[in-house]
């Protein structure tokens, strides 16, 4: 660990995803075998103060207010960028311009004009990205696409899948960065994690035709207010989608969907099998597979057969959790920034999930199917 | 049940319904204590062999190979008509206008105008009638309507619901009455069944925009059969709902979902809690309730607190199977012809899930938004 | 069905399991293609009065106050016995005498010399008898029976069962025949299920240590009773127990097992694979076998693949109910009679049973490990 | 982070729990707010080049081939022991001497009489202990302890617990450490946890009659050897247990339990209600509770309402895997070391649960009741 090269990390934003980032970045270097060691060195939040507290809490050498003395700092090789959605464009233009790797955290941005902006800068400058749809890096969903790809389940016919949760389903919920009218919703939110999903086992998605709602059309303006202003952004859509290589379906996200915690769930068909996997059960994927007499789900459980599990544990029964996907998903970055691997999903991928959050929310407008235009 | 009037049934149809019903008619006065005592009087079935070979194994009293006979026959009361569906109409008017009582399998018909015309027949002559959407019997759909109807779960916001089979996922699976163009499909044939579990739990649905899919493009002419026609109807449709009510949401109907045997299932969000089901586990019906650091899901299990479980069994734990949902449709059919109770679904009912059906085969053409005609 | 040769039935108490009996007799010609029709000719419950309402409630030609009339009756062919526990002696050596085929529910006695002498007379009398282990009819457990007899998950190791129900957690819950000193309890009750089970699917228990406990240690004399009478009985029961072929492991009864309702449940362990089973999902078991990267349990659904359902319906997703169990047994039985294979489980297989429950009541007693008498 | 006093970690074995210790020392100061930074100091192994190997990837400074070396190292204040079982008293003891705060893995030994001795040396000594059994950590866990002390199911009736896996079960799985007749074998192993579960939510267990089993009666004496020497030690251990407080059950400890991989669960039963719990989903405990009509489990999903979850993740479905319950138990012995809470399951803790394994193997051996010594 300690003879590997030192690759410094700025971190930008220190709540949620900071704190997510900043506990993978220290674990990975004991549980993979990188080319590169990650060292924490400068944090950024929105004030010294806060940045200050975050910074030795977390393990950060420095501490700043402003993250532009950050993305042009010596010491930093890469941005990580876990700041409100609003703050993605400036913080990532910016990075980019400083000659930073950027690792920012989903959605890449809150439209697709700005998203493109960015994966543009980005491949101009030709500086490595990868963007946090954390999900994706689940050994389970790692199999559920060798098997969708290897075609152990014949033809993909159909794909029902949907990102339920519950936390706004309170209509005192107040507002935050994710009510924003700029680009915030239910579907550009968690429906981003369920189209890139859908994205990685199935494919692209080319046309949609959704109704996206509001459900509690005023919110707090913040929390514990008695003012309340209008909600411009939907709490949940439902969506038709018909994908590239003729399977089509339905995907669903929904923040205001009462007794739902993480159901960032599947069921894809195929002529010859089936899969099906929930996030709320995350070490589990169930693959249905035909044997007369014996036919039924197999409910498989997260092993060492399933890379990269074998990396937190040598032994089968000992599952992963959340935060382990973030440490997995910054092993690949740090591999794609030596030059060991492609970035996935990069910029462009999260232009081309934003591409397809926008179609729906054009089609709700329209009323009528709309195409998802290319990244 | 020696001491009751009897009612005499006239069954049209010996195959797999037919058997059901056979079961449900001799099964009833065990079960329940009914005014009327059904009494199985004659069957009519393809041909006069076939009639009779069920009406010996089946215990009715005569057969014949013409329907025409039956629907005019003095013994009977109540024809039961659970031939396949391009004969429903034929039978049904012609029973309407023997002045018998009418009770059809599902769907009522295979277009809304057919449907349209027995409902006015129907109302027109005063006969009862009912539609053999059997699923809403279960004393788990029972409990999940009284939830949503008292408001136990709040203001309903969502509808996930799907009806999901696997029978048509072969693309060998020949054709049937099933894959008639005149009427049949995956949205008509079992969609019905989830739509009219949507409309029963949560509403009217007025608007609708879907998309009718052909899987598999030709299927044999026969079982077996090297030759092979086009297929004209849909194996899998998928449509976004709105109901009266204001909720919306998403409704599949799926007849080569690999992997699936009866997933009539749904998941209804409300402001303060949740139902889910499947009919993959009939017994069980899911709730979500508040309650600070124990909330869930609580899985609750049919027992004689959920009427009419107890007509089966005195004791929890002692599970209904499909045949014991025929029964209970069976002990209403027979109270309402008695006067007692309000027969439901009734053909008005079943026009109107038709009618539901036919609007998301329209927008599948027309690729918008079409409303749904009132019945 | 008209056309069979007709078998006459006698009941014997009109309760729970009478009606359950009666329901079968009545359906089982409908569903099954048996060589003879039963015929409900007489039933005989406590008194006249009751009888006579059960005889027409469940569609009995006569009814009798006297079940000694009943057991010589001319048009009776087989005796049903369904009376509480106590009576089972009696009726069925009388009965025996009378020259019936026997068809008693379980437990055939309340003691293992009782049982044995049933077993004995009825031997030399040469009499048809059958015990109602209903829940050993399952196809779920018929397909286990043949996964394990085949050796599918190689030689057998572990078993773990238990029969647990709650219907007796509550301290108020009045004594009963099931509490009677003579012979009641729960191990001898519910447990004689699981060790039924455990025998039709493993084999025979040569040896058991066990622990009857009593939890509550009085009880009211009747429902609603102020006064309370001692428990002389066990409400839950642990027991080690060892096969004959050399597997070992656990069984449990437990009638206060609060939060249960039927987990009539095992998992048997293997060399190369494991079953598990829980009655709670009568329609479903989970089978693992070894696939590299696809290892877990296979959750297979109860369909035509599995007989007899297809007897109660031609398509998978259709699940069975308990009272389809009963119907199952009694096309057995009425097959058995006819001299169409051979009817399992009989007197002396319900002796088994008897001892190896009667082995660990003795275990507890003596604090040692008991030898299992054979039947 | 880097304010607090530092507390110098020696760790004693790198393989599958050393490398869990390490992550665990490296994470806890970034999710938790401790009174000390853990830092990785020295690291002991077999030799000196998988020492120097090991603490290259793990993070730890320095490195030795010789253990004696480590626990009189004066910038180690916690000696963590991951080496096999029959190492832990000779280096706990060094330990103890060298005046080090002594951490170790389960169990803590492999007889009662020698981790008495270490728990009599630890005590006059007076240096802080902690055993790792880290599954008590589980928020879940802490629920269901909360949940039963609070008399929130009643008086608790019945305890049925296990722990199976199926890491032995194949018949080639050869010897090692844990089949070492001096105090390996399947109750002392995995049995451990299943009865420190026991004693954490149920209490002291006074009697047991048990069964340990050999399934595999040779093993090769290396992996991929040809020679096979006999095995000494249970595969699988049944047992009735009988608590101090008057519940009674049984448990088991099996490591060949095909089909398994962490089937640490129980299900606790008391007059009011039941908890249910495996370790196979460990973010989820099932709890029953009654409501009339809504009686049933609910499945309660980790979130912030369960400490310490929110030490990870601020937000509900965001699951913990087992490498958090090493951090979570890390956190809880750099607290009580720093004088913050109670050292808990502590050597005297660790006794009384190998005193419970032994009663089990003696009365395996007996043949009759044996009662547990006291710690
Ligand atoms: N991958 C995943 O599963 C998840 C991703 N996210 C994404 O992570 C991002 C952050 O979300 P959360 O962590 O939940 O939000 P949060 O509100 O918990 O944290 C945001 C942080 O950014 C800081 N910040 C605000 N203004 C700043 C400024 N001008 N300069 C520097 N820092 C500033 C705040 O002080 C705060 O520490 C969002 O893009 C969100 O969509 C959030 C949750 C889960
Ligand atoms: N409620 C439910 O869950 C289900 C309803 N159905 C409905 O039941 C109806 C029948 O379907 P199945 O029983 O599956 O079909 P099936 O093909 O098994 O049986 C149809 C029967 O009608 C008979 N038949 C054909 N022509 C006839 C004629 N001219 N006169 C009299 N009988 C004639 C056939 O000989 C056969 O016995 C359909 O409307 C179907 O949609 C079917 C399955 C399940
Ligand atoms: N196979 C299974 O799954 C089950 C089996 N059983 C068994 O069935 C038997 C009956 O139990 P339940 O039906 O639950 O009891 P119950 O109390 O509901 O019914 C007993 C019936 O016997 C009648 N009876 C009492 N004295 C009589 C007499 N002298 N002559 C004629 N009838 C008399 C009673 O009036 C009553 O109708 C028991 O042996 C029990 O163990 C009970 C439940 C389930
Ligand atoms: N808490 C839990 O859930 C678990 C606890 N354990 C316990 O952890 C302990 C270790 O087990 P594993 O890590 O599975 O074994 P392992 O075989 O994977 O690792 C043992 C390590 O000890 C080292 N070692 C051997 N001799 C040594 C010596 N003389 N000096 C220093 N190091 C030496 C080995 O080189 C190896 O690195 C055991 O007591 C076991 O029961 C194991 C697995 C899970």
Known sequence: MADKPEIGIGLVGAGFMGRCHANAFRAVSGLFDLPRRPVARLLADATPETAAASAAALGFARATGDWRTLVTDAEVDVVAVTAPNALHEPVVL???????????????????ASARTMMQAAEAAGVPT???????????????????????IGRITGFRGRHAENYMAD????????????????????GSHIVSLARHLVGPILRTSAACTTIHRTRPVHPGSAERAPVEVDDMTHALVTFEDGAAG???????ATGRTMDLSFEITGTRGAVAFSQERMNELLLWSARPGRQGYTRIEAGPDHPPYGAFCPAPGHHLGFNDLKVIEVADLIRGIAGQGVLYPDFREALAVQETVEAMQRSSASGGWEDVLPP
């Open 94 to 112: 910016a990075a980019i311009a400083g000659g930073k790797a950027v690792y920012c955290e989903k959605p890449l941005s809150t439209t697709a």
């Open 130 to 152: 990868l963007v946090g749809f954390n999900f994706l890096r689940n050994p389970m969903i790692r199999l559920a696409r060798d098997i969708v790809a290897a075609g152990e």
């Open 171 to 190: 209509p005192d919920a107040p507002h935050s960065f994710r009510t924003d009218p700029a680009g915030g919703g239910a579907a550009a939110d968690i």
């Open 250 to 256: 339905s995907i669903e996200a929904n923040w205001a």
